[in-house]
């Protein structure tokens, strides 16, 4: 089977049965949103030498990933499949894979996922050699306006129903999940999640879910989590990379405090009006109120004193950049090569941000066709600025979140 990721799958006719059979059709999407049928003994054993094969090639990986699809209620119906779990058929096959592994002498270790469906933990099967994984928490459906949370002994789960399963949003629900993951699992395991995913293109200060990534990352410990990877786009670092320092730092020390590290950063960016840049930066995210407008995204819709607040905010963002350009147009010309590109990227970045707060608020208002209009301009914009910004800024998952912006 060879697709892009974009693409389509090419199984052939004698081999559709191999595939997930869901409400009577055997599924066949892009490479990464395609269940195969885990009952068949032809799959596991495919699948176990195909990826036994590949670490036998290259060992050099010393932690194989074998996820499942990226998608939900992908799960096969045949009388096969559907009187287990998916994550019951996908322990099976990790078990099987281990087996093989051992015969063949290779030390490789398999990362195993915990991300939509599988977000609901076996039932019956239990991994034998716990040394040979490491298990990997992604919680995909939260919000970004809390941190991790244990979990009230007295929580509700949601049950699992196959192919009608909804992953929860409440944070202390899925931190629950793992936990009954990690009961059948005690070994090593890490957080993989999404605060650079997307949720960042509405903290155009880059500075605000700073404290929520800090948190998340302090509290590892409590969720009896090992580590932490970022799940996000590469090019994130316009108007600055903050956010990837502050990530590392943390990583490596917990307690360190997020405003001595952005100080830190920005001393040596930005050089003597450091403080300044911050400053502006912190009041970026603070008029972009992005867990509103995050939350808007994902159907809030509730015009209460939240709302009328977010919407205040966004009209101050032009006068925000007004009166700090002084700032920006006196420090253009420093010597020092880094600091005069981190003022440049601000000079650029103070044009975007003033167009895209009129787009989110006339989208807040109602205005489709001033919203429109918005995101024509800024389309426009980033055109014209292409040569400062294609390195450090993805303009097209930026479309992707914001549909209206060509």
Known sequence: MECDHWGNITVPENQTELLSLVNGERLRGGPTTTELCYGNPQVRTRLVHLISDYAETHPEVDYLHFWLDDRTNNTCECDLCRHKRVSDHYIKILNDLDTELTERN???RIVFLIYSDLIWPPEEEKLINKDRFALMFAPIARFYNEPYELPAEDIDLPPYQMNENKPPSN?????????????AFPGPGFAYDYHMWYFHFYDQGYYGYLNLLAEDIRRLADLKLDGFVSCQMQKTFFPHGLPHFANARLLWNPGNSVDELAGYYFKGSFGEEWNEALDYMKTLSDLFSPEYFYGKKRGRKVDDAETQEARAKLS???DAVSEFYPVIERNLD????????????LEVHSGMVVIMAEALLARD???SEDEKAAWEDLGGYFVEHEDITENLFDVWSFKRIFPLLR
Do not use: A, D, M, Y
């Open 171 to 183: 944070i202390q629900q899925l931190v629950g999940f793992l936990q009954k993951w990690q009961e």
């Open 365 to 367: 208002e109602s205005r």
């Open 334 to 345: 420093v010597e020092n090569s880094v600091q005069n590109l981190s003022w440049k990227l």
């Open 316 to 318: 101050k963002v032009k």
């Open 106 to 108: 290779i030390p490789t």
